[in-house]
Structures are given as C-alpha cells and as structure tokens.
C-alpha cells in the first residue's frame, strides 16, 4: 500500500501529478473533485492534473498501525540505528530490506510505505 498519511487520515497513490507544483496529488475529500494537491491546499477535477512518470518511484518510511489496530489513526514508524525515521529510496528497496530481515510477502500486506514530504528528505 503506497499513499500518504496526512491529518489523521491514509491516502492512497493515484499516480498522478499537481500542475503547478509537480506534486503527487491524491483522492479528494470534495465530491465534486477527483484529485487534491496538500502542497497547494487546492482541489482539482481529473483534466487539471497529469500523470506521473511512470518510473518515479517516491523515496517511503514504512509504517504499521499503532498495536497492530488499523483502527486508530496513529502509525508507527520503522527507525534507523540513531532513532530517527528510516527513510528508503523507493519502496522495492523498503520491501527488500522487510523480506532480509524476516517478514513475508503476506506481512508486508499489513504494512503502510507512505511517501516522504520533500522537505522530509
């Protein structure tokens, strides 16, 4: 699952891009809209915004659901060896490093790669 968790709530991917900024946008909240840009604070319908290229891969931070409940809002992250945030270049390279160290395929269905902001990088 790739997306971004933003304000207490998960995202999904929609592959496609910001006009202006050259940002992932994803689903809108606004029935009327297909698409919101977060870096913009804009809504837009599916004409205003393009596809992204189809070899960007977004560097992700892996997370699980607080306990184990997807019910709650909060996630937790995976940390590097200093406790901060382990960032991945793309999430092929966050799966590869799961599977090395003991997860399967079948775990990593639990797991949310959520896209790091640029001014996170």
């Not at 929609?14 to 202006?20: A, F, G, V």
């Not at 205003?48 to 699980?64: G, H, I, K, S, T």
């Not at 490093?97 to 997860?103: A, I, S």
Request: net charge negative.
């Amino acid at each position: 699952m790739s997306g971004i968790f933003h304000k207490g709530r998960w995202y999904e991917n929609t592959d496609m891009i910001c006009r202006r900024c050259g940002r992932p946008v994803y689903p809108s909240d606004i029935p009327e809209y297909s698409y919101q840009c977060f870096h913009c604070d804009e809504d837009f319908y599916s004409i205003e915004v393009e596809e992204q290229d189809a070899f960007y891969l977004p560097p992700v931070m892996v997370a699980r659901p607080v306990n184990g409940i997807t019910l709650n809002e909060a996630l937790e992250y995976l940390l590097d060896d200093t406790g901060k945030t382990r960032i991945f270049q793309n999430q092929p390279e966050a799966e590869a490093f799961l599977l090395c160290h003991g997860f399967t395929s079948e775990d990593l269905e639990h797991f949310y790669f959520v896209e790091v902001p640029e001014n996170e990088e």
